[in-house]
């Protein structure tokens, strides 16, 4: 027999009973379908993720503060009890703007404070940070009025850019722009206002208030010393060597002269980094939810093997009268495994499509949201699940297509 027959033959048996064969590929269904959710919703968060680093803008290196490495008890104890790191400066950021490959950067420093105008009374979050960043983070768009200069910074002046709701909590409807508020007791006047943001990272930047960070530094928190800084090169293929020259600046300013990296106060982070690390963590929880998916696979595929006993059982005549007028076992065999094979199929079918529906869902409900969740169904994921379902029908439909095979045709003409 020709395939074609085998598959023709497979049909009109599977029609004769439609609602077995959709019993059996349901879990299938399920499976499958799970599978092409878990991966596109994988690529979506994945894809969400990135766009949330993206608002603080592109091709950067970020430098922080950490405690160095010990196994002494007094520095363990300091890790401990969350000591602060002081020896970044705003010395070092200027530092590292006079490397090659580096375009620009910024200093930054967080903080809180109570903040009061028109009567309101606003604990506000704070962010110091030295002009560039205006330039860098290009999701900061203003809506009314202006970003505070380099002259600003330099002189210490008491001017504010209010998130637009700190604007709205603090002075309502009415325009920002001129007006005063007091941030600790200090008198600052409101330059500007942002545009509505949202939130980037766990950060609602709509309720950060900005001022020049030696202002921040030198008025309000009695600080010398910066968060973080960030610097945006200007060559990616030059990202290993730039990372270099910062750590040899660094090591030299913070006079550490340890080069393996165990005494360094300081860390270093790139975009690259981050996303690999990102694609290990997606990697390992798909990885995790396709394996549980595949054990509902293994159900489906029990269910698929008892629904071919059953058919089995029913066909026993006509097994053995397909066997006495000249059916071989291998006719037999490639019969009822293309029969378990189709109906697999078509639940893998059924599945990349539902699956790729709710994946749909989802990413349209998280942009109407107002969360950007790209859609994304990769071709490995078809191919993924169109590959689980023909080992689903092969695996599972093997040994009930031998037992037919094996039927002695008289025996199973006599059990009619």
Do not use: H, M, W
């Given at each position: 027999m020709l395939l074609n027959q085998y598959y023709h033959l497979a049909i009109h048996n599977l029609l004769r009973h439609k609602m077995r064969a959709a019993l059996?590929?349901?879990?299938?269904?399920?499976?499958?379908?799970?599978?092409?959710?878990?991966?596109?919703?994988?690529?979506?968060?994945?894809?969400?993720?990135?766009?949330?680093?993206?608002?603080?803008?592109?091709?950067?290196?970020?430098?922080?503060?950490?405690?160095?490495?010990?196994?002494?008890?007094?520095s363990q104890q300091a890790q401990a009890f969350g000591n602060v790191v002081t020896t970044l400066t705003l010395e070092d950021m200027k530092a590292m703007r006079r490397l090659p490959n580096i375009k620009d950067n910024y200093a930054g420093q967080i903080g809180q404070a109570l903040a009061q105008a028109m009567g309101t009374r606003k604990t506000i979050n704070i962010f110091g940070a030295s002009p560039e960043v205006a330039k860098i983070d290009t999701a900061a768009k203003i809506a009314?009025?202006?970003?505070?200069?380099?002259?600003e910074d330099n002189s210490q002046t008491r001017v504010a850019v209010l998130g637009s709701e700190v604007a709205q909590d603090l002075f309502g409807?009415?325009?920002?722009?001129?007006?005063?508020?007091?941030?600790?007791?200090?008198?600052?006047?409101?330059?500007?206002?942002?545009a509505p943001r949202g939130a980037a990272m766990f950060f609602n930047f709509d309720t950060f208030v900005y001022v020049p960070i030696k202002t921040l530094q030198k008025q309000i928190l009695g600080i010398?010393?910066?968060?973080?800084?960030?610097?945006?090169y200007a060559d990616e293929s030059k990202v290993p060597t730039t990372v270099a020259n910062i750590e040899d600046l660094l090591r030299t300013r913070h006079k550490i002269s340890d080069n393996t990296g165990v005494k360094d106060d300081f860390t270093i982070h790139t975009q690259a980094e981050v996303m690999d690390t990102l694609d290990v963590i997606i990697g390992?929880?798909?990885?995790?939810?396709?394996?549980l998916a595949a054990i509902s696979l293994i159900v489906g595929g029990v269910g698929i093997m008892n629904i071919m006993y059953v058919s089995i059982l029913e066909r026993t005549f006509e097994i053995g009268l397909r066997k006495a007028v000249g059916a071989t076992r291998e006719n037999i065999l490639r019969q009822f495994l293309m029969e378990a094979v189709i109906i697999c199929s078509l639940g893998?079918?059924?599945g990349i499509v539902s699956?790729?529906?709710?994946?749909?869902?989802?990413s349209k409900t998280a942009g109407a949201l107002g969360y950007a969740w790209p859609f994304t169904l990769p071709?490995?994921?078809?191919?993924?699940?169109?590959?689980?379902?023909?080992?689903?029908?092969?695996?599972?439909?093997?040994?009930?297509?031998?037992q037919a095979a094996n039927l002695d045709p008289i025996e199973a003409l006599r059990r009619e």
């Open positions: 059996a590929s349901a879990g299938v269904v399920i499976s499958i379908a799970s599978v092409i959710i878990v991966i596109s919703s994988a690529q979506g968060v994945k894809g969400f993720i990135v766009d949330q680093f993206n608002t603080f803008g592109s091709s950067l290196i970020q430098v922080e503060p950490k405690l160095p490495e010990s196994t002494t008890v007094e009314s009025g202006r970003f505070y200069t380099e002259t409807t009415d325009d920002a722009v001129g007006r005063r508020l007091s941030i600790k007791g200090l008198d600052f006047q409101v330059i500007g206002v942002f010398n010393y910066v968060s973080f800084i960030t610097n945006q390992g929880f798909t990885l995790l939810l396709i394996a893998g079918v059924v699956g790729g529906l709710v994946s749909f869902t989802i071709l490995y994921s078809i191919l993924l699940g169109s590959g689980f379902a023909v080992a689903c029908g092969l695996v599972f439909g093997l040994y009930p297509a031998r």
